[in-house]
């Protein structure tokens, strides 16, 4: 029903889309050819000025997770490689990798306690007390730790994502 | 520039793997690569030299593969003109953006349902309606506005029902080309309801497979802390009251986790089990009384009916009672249910809705079955002209009653309850929108659709008006009056669900009242296509009997006389499929073993982990220990005298490494372990080790 995966030319229409869309935030300095490959880069304030994601509490670790060197400035392939990730054609593994990088804020390819401190800070507005904080990424640990090292690793987080079948559609954006 | 030859050989495997595959599973595998785009770009124009150069060797063979070339690519550009076209995208979005993906998912099922009214429709005008338009008899009777409510009077006669299509062969040009009514109109409905029925076969079969959840006694607090988190909300508000809300689970979450499990008392279980035995029996007692209302109505009905033909103002509308009363029934009876519902104290919200859905199921399964039954085995013995005709007639009625009240609905329960909510009675607060309820009114009016299209062709096409126009009431609708919801909708779950109750009651309950039409009943003398036959069923018969006399469509009859027609080819059909159901449950068991196995696995390897590092480490401080005690300068002479007795130790990191690097695309920065070396005080030849 909703989630189509094969389709070529749904990439290709959703490209073109989002080709305008990258091309819209900047249209000075996007050129409409890109046959010859231009270096062009935006910087993080414009792609975070975006409707889909200015109100999203992790736009800054989204675009840093997709960013050519981890700062938030994204070029095309980028932009492109963000949204598709975050399309609903994307493979759950795919997203599920990408779910993990972007709530791995120190980048050690584990989602230690203090990820999971400003995750669930981000999540509510930082209005849970700190005890309450610690007490609930305790908790997470706890359930989601397969293999008992005090933190998730891709695998532990994989496996939580399995019991999640939600993850699909709510890791998605729509453009 | 050594680190660079096991990533080069790495890569080439893969483009080496990658070329040997078939150019779909090719696409597939790099889309699921977690690389970016343009290091997948590299690796695709690798590829693709690869096999070029692969092809060249090979020669001809690269030809071969062009036609098949073209015909994907023609098969591209039509669905992309199809996905041009995007109807609704934007108002999906917004939906989306503002309420979530649960609210969403009714908008994205209505529209699935919209297509299978779609091509009914097209399909049945095509086919039946059109060749009927040219043997049409012409229409007597005259047109007041009623009809369009009751379907009476001027509709009779026209290409809406059943009793109207003519049974005779109809050619334009005489000894040309004719077209047989009968085996258009069987076919045709036929021919619908088998591919519905595998479209949902393969719809539930593929969200079976991704939604399915292993095992429930798992981690509800983690998965909704990293999984849930809605993505497409965009709306500043949305966002905030999203934060909110799981702000306020977690917190409700926190002071259980502090609540002790209070045990209840004999007395205080017995209460409880007595009130859901009570709300239940009260339910279906409801759900009984409802039937029986609804069947002597019906009773009633057709005795008015019976009384002829005829344009009376009043006897038409009299005949509005019945859909009246079963939508009143639909509308109110439900909120009788979730009374019930608040009554009994349940442990989860979860379990509340459940119920509840699974009360307001039973009804509309009971009311549509006695309708059913009240159709097949009253109306088709009775006396009149055109028993179809009635049946259609009343479906048509019902069908737009139930329209109009959901139209209704949505006013009275959103609308003028905002209106309560925001001036009388602030505590209230604005409506949510009720999704269980909102689908299931969906699914029953797909039913009576379905059970419809054999009586009355064009209901389908009627249906779609109907669902379009839903739609954008709905989306308005929610739009101005409704909030997001504040409780978790488990989405998957739940669509998964309908999906299956689409399925499961809906599609074979209409199979089956359609079978037993099609084989059993006798079609009415005077009206329709199937006039004077003694079933339906009997005018493939005959067609079939026709085919013998030609030797070119011997093959047709053989397959008919021994695979369709014959019991013993079913029943072994359905052997086959008993045992292969059985393997594949083995099967499944198996690997539910093989999971746990598996799982125990991976927690005795942390353990061994652990247990490792603690050993490492207790060495390690041994030794510090006593290379303290040997001289007990400074950390360089320490660490100089050091070297020789290195030797064995260097062993001991390496074990560790082997064991537990894990097949990651992750690199390790850090080795999990020299963490913990180096905390431990001035211990610099940790680092040397590596």
């Known amino acids: 029903m909703g989630n189509n995966k094969l389709n070529e030319p749904t990439r290709l229409s959703l490209c073109l889309r989002l080709f305008h869309r990258y091309r819209d935030l900047a249209p000075q300095l996007v050129p409409l050819d890109y046959s010859d490959k231009p270096a062009v880069t935006l910087p993080y304030e414009l792609i975070s000025s975006m409707p889909e994601l200015k109100d999203n509490p992790f736009r800054q670790r989204i675009a840093e997770v997709f960013s050519e060197h981890g700062d938030g400035n994204m070029t095309l392939d980028d932009f492109l490689d963000m949204f598709s990730v975050l399309s609903e054609m994307a493979p759950r593994d795919l997203k599920a990798y990408y779910a993990f990088k972007i709530y791995d804020f120190n980048n050690d390819d584990y989602i230690c306690k203090s990820d999971l401190a400003k995750t669930v800070n981000k999540l509510t507005r930082n209005e849970l007390t700190p005890e309450e904080v610690s007490l609930v990424c305790e908790k997470v640990i706890y359930e989601a730790d397969v293999d008992n090292d005090g933190k998730l690793s891709l695998a532990d987080f994989q496996h939580m994502i399995v019991r999640a079948p939600d993850f699909l559609s709510t890791f998605h954006i729509r453009i | 520039m050594p680190e660079a030859d096991p990533v080069c050989r790495e890569e080439e495997d893969l483009v080496g793997s990658l070329a040997s595959m078939s150019s779909n599973e090719r696409i597939k595998a790099i889309q699921k690569m977690p690389k970016t785009m343009r290091k997948k770009r590299e690796i695709r124009n690798k590829v693709l030299k690869e096999r070029t150069k692969k092809s060249r060797h090979r020669g001809a063979q690269w030809t071969q593969g062009a036609p098949g070339v073209s015909f994907r690519r023609f098969g591209n550009a039509l669905s992309e003109f199809f996905q041009q076209l995007r109807p609704w995208h934007k108002s999906l979005k917004i939906i989306g953006a503002e309420f979530g993906t649960s609210v969403l998912s009714y ?12 091509f009914s429709f097209l399909i049945n005008f095509g086919f039946i309606t059109i060749p009927q338009f040219l043997a049409a008899e012409p229409n007597n009777l005259s047109f007041t506005g009623l009809e369009l409510l009751t379907g009476a009077g001027y509709f009779q006669q026209t290409v809406l029902y059943y009793g109207f299509y003519t049974n005779a062969t109809i050619s334009k040009v005489e000894n040309g080309p004719s077209y047989n009514m009968q085996l258009a109109y069987i076919f045709t409905v036929g021919i619908y309801f088998v591919i519905c029925f595998l479209i949902l076969l393969f719809s539930m079969a593929r969200f079976f497979s991704s939604n399915f959840r292993l095992t429930k006694a798992f981690s509800v607090n983690a998965s909704k802390l990293l999984c849930t988190w809605d993505f497409n909300i965009t709306n500043e508000e949305a966002v905030k009251l999203q934060q909110k809300n799981l702000l306020t689970q977690i917190k409700e ?19 409880h089990i007595a009130t859901h035995l009570l709300a239940w029996v009260v339910s279906l007692a409801t759900a009984v009384a409802a039937c029986a209302g609804v069947y002597f109505l019906s009773i009633n009905n057709l005795k008015l009916f019976m009384k002829g033909y005829s344009n009376d103002l009043q006897r038409q509308s009299a005949m509005l009672v019945l859909p009246v009363i079963v939508s009143l029934l639909n509308t109110l009876v439900p909120f009788l249910f979730s009374w019930l519902g608040h009554l009994e104290k349940f442990q989860t919200p979860g379990q509340h809705i459940y119920v509840t859905i699974v009360r307001n199921i039973i009804l509309k399964i009971s009311i549509v079955g006695i309708l ?16 179809e005709t009635l049946v259609g007639q009343d479906i048509y009625r019902l069908v737009l009653v139930d329209f109009i009240f959901c139209l209704l609905g949505s006013f009275f329960g959103e609308f003028l309850r905002r209106i309560i909510g925001t001036t009388v009675c602030v505590s209230l607060g604005l409506p949510e929108f009720d999704i269980g309820r909102n689908v299931l009114d969906l699914i029953y009016a797909q039913t009576l659709t379905w059970i419809g299209i054999l009586f009355s062709p064009l209901l389908p096409g009627i249906q779609m008006i109907a669902f379009l126009i839903v739609f954008f009431v709905k989306k308005v609708s929610l739009m101005r009056n409704c909030q997001p919801p504040r409780e978790v909708w488990r989405t998957a779950q739940m669509t998964t669900s309908f999906i299956f109750l689409l399925f499961c009651p809906s599609f074979l309950g209409v199979l089956s009242v359609t079978g037993v039409t099609v084989w059993r009943l006798k079609p009415s003398e005077e009206c329709g296509p199937f006039r004077g036959l003694p079933s339906m069923y009997a005018a493939v018969d005959e067609w079939i009997q026709t085919l013998e006399r030609y030797t070119v469509s011997k093959w047709v009859v053989w397959i008919y006389h021994n695979l369709i027609a014959s019991e013993l080819f079913f029943f072994i059909i359905s052997t ?33 982990k652990k247990f490792l590092l603690q050993k490492l480490q207790r060495e390690q401080r041994a030794k510090r220990r006593s290379s303290s005690a040997l001289g007990g300068r400074g950390q360089q002479r320490s660490s100089s005298s050091y070297h020789p007795s290195m030797q064995p130790a260097q062993e001991v990191p390496g074990y560790p490494e082997r064991a537990f690097d894990r097949n990651q695309n992750t690199s390790h920065n ?3 372990f020299s963490v913990e070396i180096s905390s431990s005080s001035d211990f610099s030849p940790g680092k040397q080790l590596r």
């Open chain 2, 107 to 118: 908008f994205v099922f209505l529209k699935w349902l919209l297509n299978f009214n779609i």
């Open chain 2, 253 to 271: 979450d926190l002071t259980e986790v502090n609540k002790e499990v209070v045990n209840f008392s004999v007395m205080e279980r017995f209460v």
């Open chain 2, 372 to 387: 059913c039954y009240y159709w097949l085995n009253i109306v088709a013995t009775s006396e009149s002209q055109c028993w």
């Open chain 2, 576 to 608: 086959v499929v008993l045992i292969v159901t059985y393997l594949y449950w083995q099967i499944i068991q198996a690997r539910k073993t093989m999971i746990k196995l598996l799982h125990n696995q991976i927690i005795n390897a942390g353990q061994d």
């Open chain 2, 670 to 672: 850090e080795h999990p």
